[in-house]
């Protein structure tokens, strides 16, 4: 657990170091493969999401931990994220991995473990919602919610058409991942309690 934090570091280290360059590459140099398909950001993206599921997947078999499956929502949001960034129908993988990590074999698989955390919640639905309430105010909690803004704004510099709005919205993903990873290492270093009052 204490090797969280400086990987923490250390990955956002890398990925600040990874933004100056590209930006770098594509204002001074003109060259514009840093944020093509398959390159520099999208490659940063990919491992720094495969770090984050690492992180959060360390809470679920420690036995005291009663906001397992609020780390289980975050590893399938981060599969969810990395099967969206990795193009597995064009990997060198086995029919079976293609089938069900992209297209609609994706979305059921994904659809199908949010519908049964879904059902152990709603077996616990008070417990949860107060759970949920306190990670909302929590710091892992606010930094992942500051990760989703990101995100959005990613979103929008890819659906606005202006000079190189491809590089800013590959940007904003892998700045919104690193910041998704500072909120994996608060949550596995710091485990949610709920409140509930009688």
């Not at 770090?51 to 078999?61: E, G, K, R």
């Not at 990395?82 to 079976?96: G, P, Q």
Request: overall charge negative; proline content about 2%; aromatic content about 12%.
């Amino acid at each position: 657990m204490k090797l969280l934090t400086p990987l923490a570091i250390f990955t956002e280290s890398v990925i600040a170091l990874a933004i100056v360059w590209s930006g770098y590459s594509v204002f001074v140099l003109q060259d514009f493969g840093v944020f093509g398909e398959n390159h520099l950001l999208e490659n940063l993206q990919a491992v720094t999401l495969l770090t984050v599921l690492a992180v959060y997947l360390v809470p679920i078999f420690q036995a005291h931990r009663t906001d397992k499956l609020l780390c289980m929502f975050f590893v399938w949001l981060t599969i969810g994220f990395l099967l969206r960034e990795i193009d597995v129908d064009e990997l060198n993988v086995h029919d079976f991995f293609v089938k069900w990590g992209a297209g609609s074999g994706r979305n059921l698989l994904l659809a199908l473990a949010l519908a049964v955390m879904s059902v152990m919640a709603l077996m616990r639905l008070r417990f949860y919602l107060d759970l949920a309430k306190q990670f909302l105010v929590s710091a892992p909690g606010v930094m992942a919610l500051k990760s989703g803004v990101l995100l959005i704004a990613g979103d929008i510099c890819e659906k606005v058409e202006f000079t190189h709005h491809v590089f800013f919205e590959e940007v904003f993903e892998l700045v919104a991942y690193a910041v998704l990873l500072r909120a994996a290492t608060l949550l596995a270093r710091h485990k949610i309690d709920p409140k509930i009052t009688t």
